[in-house]
């Protein structure tokens, strides 16, 4: 079993920036793709980055290109996620999941964090 637990989120005014953590305990993490997914109130979960083991591969959500960047430690067991830019349309939830491979399909991913709080005000 896969414990996932993101930090990080708070309230930041718009055009400032965030890193958030996301830290796995139990089972390795060897071989999985790592990803964040975003809801805000009233709206469905989206996906926003992924990556794969290596961090060779790289995939964005086209709203969030440019702004947000992922990366892992390995050596850490964590996944990151730099927002830059921030807008008030980026205030959710902000989860991290693994999955077997880089997706922005959300039902292949599994071991879900709880998730931080990410509000950007105007």
């Known amino acids: 079993q896969v414990q996932l637990v993101e930090s990080g989120g708070g309230l930041v005014q718009a055009g400032g920036s965030l890193r958030l953590s996301c830290v796995s305990s139990?089972?390795?993490?060897?071989?999985?793709?790592l990803g964040w997914f975003r809801q805000a109130p009233g709206k469905e979960r989206e996906f926003v980055a992924a990556i794969s083991w290596g961090g060779g591969t790289k995939k964005y959500a086209d709203s969030v290109k440019g702004r947000f960047t992922i990366s892992r430690d390995n050596a850490k067991n964590t996944v990151y996620l730099q927002m830059n830019s921030l807008k008030p349309e980026d205030t959710a939830v902000y989860y991290c999941?693994?999955?077997?491979?880089?997706?922005?399909?959300?039902?292949?991913?599994?071991?879900w964090g709880q998730g931080t709080q990410v509000t950007v005000s105007s």
């Open positions: 139990g089972r390795s993490l060897m071989l999985s793709a």
């Open positions: 999941a693994r999955s077997a491979s880089v997706t922005a399909d959300e039902s292949e991913y599994n071991s």
